[in-house]
């Protein structure tokens, strides 16, 4: 009997529901939490620090997470990650300390870490090959849209009950993200024989690190030029406005509409590099950005600093997926977490580099300057992937023989 055809359909509501939810937990609380910490008697520089918290709570815990999912599975991984976020709230919300507050923050980084590599990993394994960028720039965008509607709500219940209401509100969507998570199905086998035999050697950190060098090494660089272009983005636009004299309602506005824009594409793009290649997306997705960003510093009021912006948000949402779906392509059938947490570490170095760098160079040179060398930054990475992105003819010969991808990286001919 031929294989029924799969269809995205089938896993949407277990794959990418958990993902919508933490998207709406995480984005209920994160503009409160500088907001919190004042109140708890944090200075503006403390209270900065108590979100780059949350950040570092995810970078160092990529390597554990891996570790976590490769132990107990993708879908306890995802589950516990939830629950674990759910705490960290809890703590933030019931403390009068900053200082536990602060480690709550820490505790929501983790989660981040854990949470993401889970549900990569089980999308990587419970999708075909031939529909796994649409499955992961979904993936990519279903969260973004979690993490844009999540302060509507949390506004509400803060409305009605209180700021400390917007841990309310990500503490049911967190449970509810647990409870969902709990039903995923398990990872079907897509090898020829069934199962996928245990290798004979279980591979660790050390070899994962070793027979993978060469791609970390060259896509790897690229990973982390992409996110600090990305990390970098976020900051960017609130802080043109502000240079503008802008007023703050003005800014909030530009920001929500690039990210509006950002949400609409994620399902094009992912099919755009299903059919054509990875290439296609993660090139333009850079050449956009790249370009919006060197132009930003001429913009001069509130119309053109929004048509930068939106070119700035297209660029970046036709780019949902692409790091993930990278990644998968290039992960192994046995140590797969192992191999993306790695990823994710590159990949949170360089978010956490971006914005770093652009303080930098804001104090030594300008905003402006800053700005546009970060767009020179974009066109780097367009460079680097390009040159490094496997060629789409190999990656469909793979498909064709149901071999796990190769893991060695080379040049795409034209």
Known sequence: MAPKPFNLRQIAVAAFGPSLLFGIGEGAILPVVPLCARELGASVPTA???????????????IPASLITMHRGERWAIVAAALWCALAMALCAGTGHLGWFAVG???????????????????????????????????????????????????????????????????????LAALLAARIPDLPSHSPGGATP????????????????????????????VSAVRATRQAIIPLWADHLLLAPSVASLI?????????????????????????????????????????????????????????????????????MTIAADHSPPQGRAHFLGLWRLLSDIGGSCGPALLSVLAAVLSLGSGIALTGVIAFLAAAQLAYWIPRAGARRAVQNSERPEPNVPHKETP
């Open 48 to 62: 900065a620090l108590v979100v780059t918290l949350i950040g570092i709570g995810s970078l160092v815990s990529n």
């Open 105 to 175: 923050a820490f505790m929501v980084g983790m989660s981040q870490a854990v949470f993401s590599l889970a549900r990569q990993s089980y999308l990587t394994e419970a999708v075909p090959l031939a529909y796994r960028a649409r499955a992961l720039s979904t993936l990519g965008g279903v969260m973004r849209i979690g993490m844009f509607i999540g302060p509507f709500f949390a506004a509400v219940a803060i409305h009605r009950f209180g700021i400390v209401a917007a841990f309310g509100v990500g503490i049911v969507a967190l449970m």
């Open 198 to 225: 245990a290798p004979a050697v279980a591979p660790t950190l050390r070899s994962t690190v070793r027979d993978h060098r060469h791609v970390f090494a060259t896509l790897g660089i690229g990973v982390m030029l």
């Open 255 to 323: 920001y929500g509409l690039a990210g509006g824009i950002e949400m609409l594409v994620f399902y094009p793009a992912g099919h755009v590099m299903d059919r054509k290649g990875r290439r296609w997306v993660a090139v333009p997705s850079l050449l956009l950005m790249g370009a919006a960003l060197m132009l930003m510093p001429l913009a001069h009021d509130a119309r053109t600093l929004l048509l930068a912006a939106a070119v700035i948000g297209l660029g970046n949402g036709i780019g949902s997926g692409m790091v």
